[in-house]
Nanobody, 115 residues
Framework: VQLQASGGGLVQAGGSLRLSCVVS????????ISWYRQGPGKQRELVAL???????NYADSVKGRFTISRDNAKNAVYLQMNDLKLEDTAVYYC??????????WGQGTLVTVSS
């Protein structure tokens, strides 16, 4: 299983970016697909997740600004990030968890928010 994350870049505060995570297999094989991030000098943290049934959950710090969605036909999950803040600067990772608990990580994509 491979997860290909993309869409990171440099953006000014208040701007938007859309991250993509394309999974090499049918995403229905996973009960949860998530975005994590790790900022400079910080621990990796959960940003948002979407379940196989379409349920979503968000970290408090991104609620109202970020939206996670999935396209089952494309085996892809997206993270729309609006009103970006300096503290959103991080490497963002895609994670997929199977029902048996096995997890897979994609390579990170760097998001840098400038003032």
């Amino acid at each position: 299983v491979q997860l290909q994350a993309s869409g990171g870049g440099l953006v000014q505060a208040g701007g938007s970016l859309r991250l993509s995570c394309v999974v090499s297999t049918n995403i229905f094989a996973f009960n949860v697909i998530s975005w994590y991030r790790q900022g400079p000098g910080k621990q990796r943290e959960l940003v948002a997740l979407v379940t196989s049934r379409g349920g979503t959950n968000y970290a408090d710090s991104v609620k109202g600004r970020f939206t996670i969605s999935r396209d089952n036909a494309k085996n892809a999950v997206y993270l729309q990030m609006n009103d970006l803040k300096l503290e959103d600067t991080a490497v963002y990772y895609c994670n997929a968890q199977r029902r048996d608990g096995t997890t897979f990580w994609g390579q990170g994509t760097l998001v840098t928010v400038s003032s």
